[in-house]
Every structure is written in C-alpha cells, then in structure tokens.
C-alpha cells in the first residue's frame, strides 16, 4: 500500500459568474478515517471536490493530495480514486468492458478487474450491458472504476444516491474497511441521517462556506446530525 495521504483543502474560492460557488474553505482530511463532506444541494461540495482534483482553477487558494497538488502527483489515478457522478457510463458497453478500458488507461493488469468487481458485489452482472443497471448498480460500478487503481485516496460524490438500505449497510462496511486499511475517504452527501451513518469524521459546508468541522461525534451528543445542522446553519427544516 502508498503511505498515508493526508487532504489539505485551504482558502479554497470559486465563483461562476454571480453565484459564490465556494468561498475560503478551509479543512483537512485524515488517513483512516471516512470524511463526510456534507451540506444541502448547492452548497458548493461538488465544486469543491473539483477543484480538489483539478477539474475546476480556483479563483484562490490551493488543495494538497499528500502535500501535492493534483496536477503534480506522479501517479495520479493511481493515488486518487474518484466517483463524482454516475454518468458518462455507455449504455451498450459491459460493466466488465467499462472496467476494462479505465484498467488499460491506468495502467493496471486485468487480474484487478475480478478484484473490484467482487469487492463491490456486481460480479453477478458484469457481463451485462450497463444500460440496464439500475441506478444502484451504477453506483457500484463507478465505485469499483474508482477502486481500480487501489488508490490510498478515495473521494465519493453522493455515493448512497440510488442504493436500497442494505445497500448502504453494504456500503458503510466497505468504507470502513477501506479507512482501516489507512486510506483517506472523503464522502459529499446532502443526506445528513445516511452521512451520519457512515462517517467519522465531517465538514460541513453551508452556502459555499465550511460552516464547522470535527469528529462526528461532536455534533450528535445532543442527537441527530440533522439537528446540529440544523443549528449550525441557523436553517429551518
Ligand atoms: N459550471 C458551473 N457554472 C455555473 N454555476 C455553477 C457551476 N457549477 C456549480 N455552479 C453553482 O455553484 C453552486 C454550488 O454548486 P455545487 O454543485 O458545488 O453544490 P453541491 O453542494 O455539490 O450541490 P449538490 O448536493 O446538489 O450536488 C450552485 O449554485 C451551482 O448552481
């Protein structure tokens, strides 16, 4: 396995146009632990993880990987395994087939493809066409593209959208797993009651800003996730 890879988000700022997309977020991300990057829809989590990975310029500030900017990992895919949103899937392509392009674009043997496959319990419909996955389905197979590289980094977008209850029990287990084994997991959820079951730690985001941050724990001694939030943020339910 790499060494531990530790997430520095700091001073972070985008706009588009008018909309205050992220303003100054600041928060770092821990090895073993599952980070939940959480806030409602439009808070600026997804631009945020972006920007993270270089897909958006900040206006301002910067984010390390390991004390690197994405542009500057060596092995990047390698290091940073992401799952931002289930699309661009081909509809007439296999799960296997998908799995077998991303391998040969990275650079990793096929042998790893049975691997993320088992691992994210769709090997029972690999050799189906992905345009008949079900969302959930889809889900996992853009997990198990993340998984490919084995990277000590993983950073999910709304990873329980479309998954059934056991299927976040499925999924908290494999995050857990994958934290103990000294990966950085970085999970952006606006569902607050599925988030607090699947974290340790959290970030909250509200209006583009990192409005608290901490071990989850912190925000639910007095109940729920939800509630804190609630406060936090000054919002009505
Ligand atoms: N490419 C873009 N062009 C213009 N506005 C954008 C763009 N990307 C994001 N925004 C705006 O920036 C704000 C933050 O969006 P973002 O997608 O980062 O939020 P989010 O917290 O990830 O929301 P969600 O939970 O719905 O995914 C929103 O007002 C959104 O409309």
């Not at 299927?167 to 934290?179: K, Q, S, T």
Request: with cysteine; glycine share 12%; charged share 25%.
């Amino acid at each position: 396995m790499h060494p531990p890879h530790r997430l520095e988000i700091r001073g972070l700022t985008k706009r588009f146009g008018p909309v205050a997309a992220v303003t100054d977020a600041t928060f770092a991300v821990e090895p073993g632990r599952v980070t939940g990057f959480l806030g409602p829809n439009g808070s600026g989590k997804t631009t945020t993880l972006r920007m993270l990975l270089g897909l958006v310029r900040p206006d301002a500030g910067d984010a390390r990987i390991g004390g690197r900017a994405y542009r500057d990992l060596p092995d990047p895919a390698r290091t940073v395994g992401a799952a931002l949103e289930a699309k661009g899937l081909h509809p007439a392509r296999t799960g296997r087939d998908h799995l077998r392009v991303y391998a040969a674009f990275i650079g990793c043997p096929d042998s790893r493809i049975d691997e993320v496959l088992a691992l994210t319990g769709i090997a029972d419909a690999a050799h189906r066409r992905a345009g008949g996955y079900s969302t959930g389905m889809r889900q996992r197979l853009n997990l198990a593209t993340a998984l490919l590289g084995d990277p000590p980094v993983l950073v999910l977008d709304e990873p329980t959208n479309g998954l059934d209850p056991a299927g976040i029990a499925w999924l908290r287990g494999l995050l857990r797993d994958l934290a103990a084994e000294g990966r950085t997991v970085l999970v952006a959820s606006h569902v607050l009651s599925e988030a607090e079951r699947l974290v340790d730690d959290v970030a909250v985001m509200h209006r583009g800003r990192i409005a608290a941050t901490g071990p989850l724990a912190d925000f639910t001694r007095q109940g729920a996730l939800e509630d804190a939030f609630l406060d936090l943020t000054g919002a009505t339910a």
